[in-house]
């Protein structure tokens, strides 16, 4: 009799734990049918990077947090405070999908704020699609993510074959290069920086002489430059996050390759710069946001809100912080304009229906019932001194 | 031919990271029979030592250096002394027990100094400007950054040569029973070993950012240490001349292969990754004890 009394209970419990089967609920009396929300709450969750090689961005969930906190002490949205949960994936998309399925499925959170990377995102799109849970910003400018339609994904970054485009024009057009040269991360993000500025760079009359991947477990990269200082290169676009962009920079310039260096916007980091000293001056950037020590009044509010609710080492003013305060407006408007009887549903159709939104720092955002594409356009900027410096204006290019 | 001088400056500037990570491994690895996984975030907490007394305690480089060395040396004596000794050589728990402490450590950094990089580097004062020689035109700074690792552990292997210390280091490594009967206090000279361990790491942490031009970030060292052991076990983990000439070797294979290896070779995935495990394997079938390695006698 005992033992099957144990049996039972140890079945019971085993059967609980298993992810998806309904358990009772806390003590707080729900508003809607959907997880994650209460009369006074909502549960959001994201899967950053916080620790490895792309650390660096871990700091979008503390600027995304900040922002909740400002939104939470003024009132919260439609009566409810938001509270963010972040977990570490250290850009891992195995640990990323483990992540979101314990968010969605044990912590039972309303939607997703930024899962970061474009295979990590890749890796949970599927899940995410099929347990119907929004998610805003995921962090990459992958065009995966808005074409073919995904219907639960609100992209905001530009892609990486816009900001090619962009790019290569401006080698091209502006800087007057003829050869180009593209230094790219081998795997979806990097190659879809290259195969945009292959196609472009045939466009604008200029020849891609030469392309060197890399890997993200590589130390040394002097072959790769070598590489295109040999195929005498007049401009070198990289598509690369911040570590190894930072490497390649530094020992382009050790090795004479002096050509002009672009770089999408995903290595955009102050401390890149500062790591880099005399190297670091003069390459240029694409960006989609506006800089972050603009004068604009949307960009001076993201700085108080960082300065009221962040710390300057786990939230600094820069592009990644900028991001997710960014990202975190779009959120919340989203939520506020579903309205207090809210849903996931509700929510989606919510931020459908933003037509050049500007209340966000970012430029206009639209977002459609078959189209959720994000910022389609970029400027270039130029590191000088160790910040950065607009020199063309924003541009949607065709 | 300024490209091959160029691929080997920079493959010796990568490999003497690799040298002063597999020097460390090699010691503590023979004199206290444990596999250090976390002599990367050793190396991390040297770096993050040296920067926060550089630009958040305003001390110069040289005492900064110092104080940074004394204090790795510590560390390595307490962890040591705590926690490693008590494992009595039991290499699968020293395996478990250093992952932890990669775990611990790391993250402790990410939580003193948050695991965004920091706006200020940590840089050492390398002379800017070219070295010219006929044809060659090569960086000073990549100069001076292959050159430190070999002072340093030129500096190593001579004391473990010439010194009383030294000598019975190298007794304990050959036999930590022989020395014991000889009457060498093997556990004092486990704890220095492990104190001078941490010292090369904490080398290869300061040198890391100024090779790599990057940030620092508690997880840097990692890409190094894998290939650390590598070249350390290509070398031989019985030999530490020859774990450190492992290092230098592979870091200049590494930039060969990846220097000669066409383009499109590499996109498709067959980077120089994949020659050098396949180079691991062979040499491992045909030396199991890495090249310098002595061959190990069972008796039956």
Request: with cysteine; net charge positive.
């Amino acid at each position: 009799m005992r033992r099957t009394k144990a049996l039972a209970a140890v079945l019971t419990l085993g059967a609980l734990s298993l992810p998806g089967v309904p358990r009772p609920s806390g003590a707080e009396a729900r508003q809607s049918s959907d997880p994650g929300v209460t009369s006074s709450q909502i549960l959001v969750g994201a899967s950053l990077p916080e620790s490895g090689p792309a650390g660096a961005y871990g700091v979008i969930g503390g600027a995304e947090n900040a922002y909740f906190q400002y939104v939470n002490a003024h009132g919260g949205v439609n009566g409810r405070k938001l509270t963010l949960l972040v977990q570490d994936d250290g850009y891992d998309p195995s640990r990323t999908l483990v992540n979101v399925k314990n968010l969605v499925l044990s912590r039972n959170v309303f939607a997703l704020l930024s899962v970061l990377g474009t295979a990590n995102n890749q890796a949970v799109i599927p899940f995410i699609t099929r347990q119907r849970v929004p998610l805003v910003y995921p962090a990459t400018g992958s065009s995966l993510m808005a074409k073919p339609f995904q219907p639960y994904l609100f992209p905001i970054q530009v892609t990486y074959t816009v900001e090619g485009k962009v790019l290569t024009d401006y080698a091209a057009k502006v800087l007057h290069a003829k050869r180009i040269g593209v230094f790219y991360q081998n795997d979806d993000f990097g190659g879809e920086g290259l195969a945009a500025v292959t196609a472009r760079a045939k466009q604008d009359g200029v020849t891609l002489v030469d392309s060197e991947p890399y890997q993200i477990t590589d130390t040394d990269l002097s072959a790769q430059a070598l590489k295109l200082k040999r195929a005498r290169v007049d401009a070198v676009i990289i598509f690369a996050i911040p570590s190894p962009a930072g490497t390649f920079i530094g020992t382009a310039r050790r090795i004479g390759l002096n050509a002009p260096l672009l770089s999408s916007s995903v290595a955009a980091q102050p401390a890149l710069l500062q790591a880099l000293g005399p190297a670091g001056e003069g390459v240029y950037f694409s960006n989609f946001a506006p800089l972050p020590d603009s004068r604009l009044p949307s960009v001076a509010f993201y700085r108080e809100v960082l300065k009221d609710y962040g710390t300057p080492t786990t939230t600094p003013v820069g592009p990644f912080t900028e991001a997710g305060v960014g990202a975190a407006e779009v959120f919340v408007e989203g939520i506020r304009r579903a309205g207090r009887n809210l849903t996931r549903q509700g929510f989606i159709h919510a931020l459908e229906t933003f037509r050049d939104y500007t209340g966000s720092l970012y430029p206009k955002l639209t977002y459609t019932a078959s189209d959720h594409s994000g910022v389609q356009g970029a400027y270039v900027m130029r590191s000088h001194h160790g910040t950065f410096v607009q020199v063309a204006p924003f541009e949607y290019p065709s | 031919m300024n490209d091959l001088v160029q691929v080997v400056l920079s493959g010796l500037v990568t490999g003497g990271i690799y040298a002063l990570l597999a020097a460390g491994l090699t010691l503590i690895f023979q004199v206290s029979g444990v596999v250090n996984f976390a002599q990367g975030a050793l190396a991390a907490v040297g770096a993050y030592t040296c920067w926060s007394l550089e630009n958040q305690h305003g001390v110069a480089l040289a005492p900064a250096l110092a104080v940074t060395a004394a204090g790795l040396f510590l560390l390595g004596c307490l962890l040591q002394a705590v926690i490693l000794r008590r494992l009595g050589g039991d290499l699968a728990s020293s395996v478990i027990v250093t992952l932890g402490l990669l775990i611990v450590l790391e993250g402790g950094i990410g939580i003193v100094f948050g695991y965004s990089p920091p706006t200020t580097p940590l840089s050492l004062p390398l002379p800017d400007g070219q070295f010219n020689l006929g044809d060659w035109s090569l960086s000073l700074q990549e100069l001076v950054l292959a050159a430190l690792p070999i002072i340093l552990l030129g500096a190593l292997f001579l004391g473990l040569r010439y010194t009383r210390v030294g000598t019975a280091v190298r007794a304990v490594s050959q036999s930590a029973r022989g020395a014991r009967l000889v009457g060498i206090p093997v556990d004092r000279v486990r704890l220095a070993a492990w104190g001078v361990g941490a010292i090369l790491a904490g080398a290869a942490g300061i040198l890391i950012p100024s090779a790599s031009t990057a940030p620092i970030s508690p997880g840097m060292v990692e890409p190094y240490l894998l290939s650390a052991f590598t070249g350390a076990v290509l070398g031989g983990l019985d030999s530490l001349p020859g774990a450190a000439a492992g290092g230098w070797g592979l870091g200049i294979l590494q930039n060969l292969v990846s220097y000669y290896t066409p383009t499109q070779v590499t996109s498709w995935g067959v980077g120089k990754d994949a020659v050098i495990f396949a180079l691991l394997l062979a040499v491992l079938m045909a030396r199991p004890t890495g090249i310098f390695g002595t061959a190990v006698q069972r008796r039956v």
